[in-house]
T-cell receptor, first 110, second 115 residues
Framework: GENVEQHPSTLSVQEGDSAVIKCTYS??????FPWYKQELGKGPQLIID?????GEKKDQRIAVTLNKTAKHFSLHITETQPEDSAVYFC?????????FGKGTSLLVTP | SQTIHQWPATLVQPVGSPLSLECTVE??????LYWYRQAAGRGLQLLFY??????ISSEVPQNLSASRPQDRQFILSSKKLLLSDSGFYLC??????????????FGPGTRLTVL
């Protein structure tokens, strides 16, 4: 089955800096790659996603890039703010099942 | 707009007791429905998904079961809880019919502690 690796497991940045989280996947048939943000005690919230026919997608301060050849995708957050502090999960899917990475705990310090 | 509800929000149960967690979705028809478990400090593990009433697929063998008695209702059950069943249980929904991956939207979750 699909295996998704996510790095780093923890990330601390200063407010205003950029943060990058990287994921790799094993199954070349995966064609959908969402990113979720989870705050403490809450359900994950979909923040951005990308499909395999696209190389990059941006939404304000958040961007995702996909390299199908290398089978990796990344989340980029620019101009980080304290409210960006949360756990971020990547996932890969080719159908019903989302296969999640183990998460990155992002801390943005003022 | 669509809304997904889960209850209870928290639950503390003794080992060997039964379990019933409920999930309902509003504002959409015939959604795909999912149950995930999240252990402390880990990612999400898919337990069950359903593409319609009475249609349940299990992803991992365990002592849990799922049922979908109505279009927008998904229930997670157990006859006898184990300590290892403790975790954060999340229900999610997606739109039926996508052929290239589903955007899944999660509920607020149920924190289950088995003692």
């Amino acid at each position: 089955g699909e295996n998704v690796e996510q790095h780093p497991s923890t990330l601390s940045v200063q407010e205003g800096d950029s943060a990058v989280i990287k994921c790799t996947y094993s199954d070349s048939a995966s064609n959908y790659f969402p990113w979720y943000k989870q705050e403490l005690g809450k359900g994950p919230q979909l923040i951005i996603d990308i499909r395999s026919n696209v190389g990059e997608k941006k939404d304000q301060r958040i961007a995702v890039t996909l390299n199908k050849t290398a089978k990796h995708f990344s989340l980029h957050i620019t101009e980080t703010q304290p409210e960006d502090s949360a756990v971020y999960f990547c996932a890969a899917s080719m159908g019903y099942a989302l296969n999640f990475g183990k998460g990155t705990s992002l801390l943005v310090t003022p | 707009s669509q809304t997904i509800h889960q209850w209870p929000a928290t639950l503390v149960q003794p080992v060997g007791s039964p379990l019933s967690l409920e999930c309902t979705v509003e504002g959409t028809s015939n959604p795909n429905l999912y149950w995930y478990r999240q252990a402390a400090g880990r990612g999400l593990q898919l337990l069950f998904y359903s593409v319609g009433i009475g249609q349940i697929s299990s992803e991992v063998p365990q002592n849990l079961s799922a049922s979908r008695p109505q279009d927008r209702q998904f229930i997670l059950s157990s006859k006898k809880l184990l300590l290892s069943d403790s975790g954060f249980y999340l229900c999610a929904w997606s739109v039926v019919g996508r052929s290239t991956g589903d955007e899944q939207f999660f509920g607020p979750g149920t924190r289950l502690t088995v003692l």
